[in-house]
T-cell receptor, first 114, second 110 residues
Framework: AQSVTQLGSHVSVSEGALVLLRCNYS??????LFWYVQYPNQGLQLLLK??????LVKGINGFEAEFKKSETSFHLTKPSAHMSDAAEYFC????????????FGKGTRLHILP | KAGVTQTPRYLIKTRGQQVTLSCSPI?????VSWYQQTPGQGLQFLFE???????NKGNFPGRFSGRQFSNSRSEMNVSTLELGDSALYLC?????????FGPGTRLLVL
C-alpha cells in the first residue's frame, strides 16, 4: 500500500528565508510524486510533479523538489519565501498510469513571518 | 483548455435534505475523483469514476453516491444530510496519472 507522511502540520519561516517542507512516501512500485498548494477557499493547484527522469523537479512560483529514492523523500523547497507563499501544501503519491488513485498527505500549513 | 469546473460554488442545506453537486472535467480527461475536505479530517477520498464506472471508492457511508456521464461530467449526491457533512467538496479530473482540481463546492448543513 502507498502512503505519504508530511512532517509538521505547521511550518513558519521568515520572509526571504528558505522554505523546506518535508515529505516521505512509501510505495510498492516506482511512484509518481506531487506537490499541490491550496490557498484559502480554493481548490488544490498542482505545483510540480515527478514521474520519471531527472530527480530535481522545478515547479511554479519558484518551488522545486528532489526525488530521493534511497531516502523515500520528496521534500519541497524554495530559496526565498514570499508573503504570497502562505498556504497549505499537500504532498501526494500515486502509481502513475497504472492506477489514477492518488494518496495525499495530511498537509502542511506554511506561515510567512514579516 | 478550460479547467475543472464545479457547480454550485456555495450551498446551504438543512439536515435531512439531499444535495447534488456537479463537476465538469478538463476536456479529454476521462477520470473524475471526488474528495471531502474538513478542518478536522483533512482531505478524504470519496470515489473515482472512469468511463462511467466507479473504479475506486473511499470509506464513506452509502448516503454518498456518484455517477459519471458519457461526456465524463460527474455528479455526486449526498442524501439525508447531517451536520457533519458540512465541508468543501473537491472534484479532480486526471490524465496520465496527474490530477487537476476544481475550485470546490462549499456545503453548509444547518
Amino acid at each position: 500500500a502507498q502512503s505519504v507522511t508530511q512532517l509538521g502540520s505547521h511550518v513558519s519561516v521568515s520572509e526571504g528565508a528558505l522554505v523546506l517542507l518535508r515529505c516521505n512516501y512509501s510505495s510498492s512500485v516506482p511512484p509518481y510524486l506531487f506537490w499541490y498548494v491550496q490557498y484559502p477557499n480554493q481548490g488544490l493547484q498542482l505545483l510540480l510533479k515527478y514521474t520519471t527522469g531527472a530527480t530535481l523537479v522545478k515547479g511554479i512560483n519558484g518551488f522545486e523538489a528532489e526525488f530521493k529514492k534511497s531516502e523515500t523523500s520528496f521534500h519541497l523547497t524554495k530559496p526565498s519565501a514570499h508573503m504570497s507563499d502562505a498556504a497549505e501544501y499537500f504532498c501526494a503519491v500515486s502509481k502513475g498510469n497504472r492506477d489514477d488513485k492518488i494518496i495525499f498527505g495530511k498537509g502542511t500549513r506554511l506561515h510567512i513571518l514579516p | 483548455k478550460a479547467g475543472v469546473t464545479q457547480t454550485p460554488r456555495y450551498l446551504i442545506k438543512t439536515r435531512g435534505q439531499q444535495v447534488t453537486l456537479s463537476c465538469s472535467p478538463i476536456s479529454g480527461h476521462r477520470s473524475v475523483s471526488w474528495y471531502q475536505q474538513t478542518p478536522g479530517q483533512g482531505l478524504q477520498f470519496l470515489f473515482e469514476y472512469f468511463s462511467e464506472t466507479q473504479r475506486n471508492k473511499g470509506n464513506f457511508p452509502g448516503r454518498f453516491s456518484g455517477r459519471q456521464f458519457s461526456n465524463s461530467r460527474s455528479e455526486m449526491n449526498v442524501s439525508t444530510l447531517e451536520l457533519g457533512d458540512s465541508a468543501l467538496y473537491l472534484c479532480a479530473s486526471s490524465l496520465e496519472g496527474t490530477q487537476y482540481f476544481g475550485p470546490g463546492t462549499r456545503l453548509l448543513v444547518l
